[in-house]
């Protein structure tokens, strides 16, 4: 529900794209996605995630992902191997190499 102008509600439709085989397919293979500007985009900014040693890293990262998405915010909590949240403030590694 989204607030009027004045103070009421309405109902607006929300669209939702998964990253799946069947709705927008970054797998190779899928081309057409994979090579389209945001596909690439997305790939891009997978991978820095996927590479991201530090919390910093990750911080990095986050505000390209939302631009490539079109959302606002995103709000991640980063978990060690052992299923803690990793606190912001230690800029402790998310993996230890």
Known sequence: MVPTSTGKYFAVPVRAKHFNQNEFNLLPGNEIN???????????????????????????????????????GIHINLLDSQNRRIDPKSNAEIYQI
């Open 34 to 72: 994979r090579e389209s500007f945001i596909g690439k985009q997305l790939i891009q900014q997978f991978t820095r995630l996927a590479q991201a040693v530090s919390y910093n890293d990750v911080m990095n990262v986050i505000p390209d992902i939302a631009r490539d998405l079109y959302i606002g």
